[in-house]
């Protein structure tokens, strides 16, 4: 038996019954245990054998009690032991009740089946995943728009790949080929702390690979990750007027950047992250309300503030660059196919500048991408009663109409098809043996579908006319 708590005062004493293999869990990793706890007495209070469920839990984060956190880090894969836990490393003098009475030494038998280490995917799939080797200093990490400072190397399988230091903007590592995986590790790290990180795939090269790395398409790799250092990023809060509009102009530019490459993806959290520094919280939009209103007296309303609401340059350049940005987003996501988005952005910069040519074009593209054709028709009308010699509007229309006419003469034939698919026939030898019987096979039926054809003919009249 081991005194295995850090202050060395016995109050968690374990007892190895098997033998582990392997390494150690470290502070952050997932570790999945069976135990049964038990009193001295060898009463059972619990156990996740009886319910054949594995207990996973948060290494190092008070998760759980004292003692496991001390005892269970020194377990390897495998091992089986006894943990005795004082009071004052489990439950204390009040105990748990009614299973737990106050003030109670327990044992608990644990079998470590498996750790693994801190998810850091951004999608917390498993994808990514940290394990600390060196604990680092403070207790910020940094965000998105830090500079950061982050050496590193890399393996794939036991190939040694690559060892790089490099100083960064967070969340433009694409710029500097870092990939998304160790971007999203650095936002869960602390200043001089390393850190082995498995990454996925996915977050890593892709199913492309990398030719310049000799990195083959699907390959997962390991990082031994240090953040050397890093200048924590301002909060949208902490940034005066001239600061956000520095910020969202590089932003601009780097949004801009990625457009021009095709990184879409990239391009449109550039030019989201604009309209977020930029759009006044809710708070702020009352008191400027507020300070736009003299009271009765003729004295201004004392809620103003000169420096944030009297500048008109900032406000000036601020709404051109919210235009810019919603315009640009509508545009990302016309090229991620993603309308329903593209329509919101363009709503967003239409009550900015409601007669905004390109934001009234793409709304109407948006409706396109949603296959929405008569509200596109719509949207590029709107187009040409600000400028009617718009031809590319006109075109479009043109195309919508003909795609409700599609749609139509399509709908049209599946809803024949189906009823003739209901209707009754009878076979040839009954017609022989009930000659007497009325037939109702005839004109009627002709009349019937000749009116359903002057009413498809007249829908496309209306749609017509409507252009």
Known sequence: MVDVSIAQDGGCIKKIITEGSGDTPVSGC?????????????????????????????MG???????????????KRGEVAILTCTPEYAYGKSGSPPKIPPDSTLEFEVEMHDFFGEDCSPNHDGMVRKTT??????????????????????KHLDRDIEGRTVKFLLGDGADEGIVPGIESAIKQMKKGETATVHVSSPYAYGHRGDALLAVPGGADLVYTLTLEDFEQAKYKYEMSNPEKLEFAEKAKEMGTAYFKKGQYENALKKYNQITEHLELEAEDMDNMSDSDDEDKDGQEDEKKDPEEFKDAEFEKRAQTLMLAAYSNVALCNLKLNDGIKAFKACEEALKIDPKNIKCLFRRGQ??????????????????????????????RIKFCRNKVVSFKEAEKKRYANMFARTNFVEPEPVKEENKNKPDFSGSEGEEEEEEVAINANEEVAKVEMEV
């Open 133 to 154: 080797v060196t604990q680092g200093t403070g207790q910020s990490s940094p965000r998105e728009g830090s500079t950061v400072s982050v050496s590193w190397t890399v």
């Open 30 to 58: 997932q570790v999945k245990v069976h135990y049964t706890g038990q009193l001295l007495d060898g009463t059972v209070f619990d156990s996740s054998k009886d319910r054949n469920e594995h207990f996973t839990f948060k």
């Open 61 to 75: 984060t008070g998760q759980v009690i004292k003692g496991w956190d001390e005892g269970i880090v020194t377990m």
């Open 366 to 395: 948006a409706a396109e991408v949603s296959q929405e054709w008569e509200d596109a028709i719509g949207h590029f009308k709107a187009v040409l009663e600000v400028e009617p010699k718009n031809t590319v509007a006109a075109n």
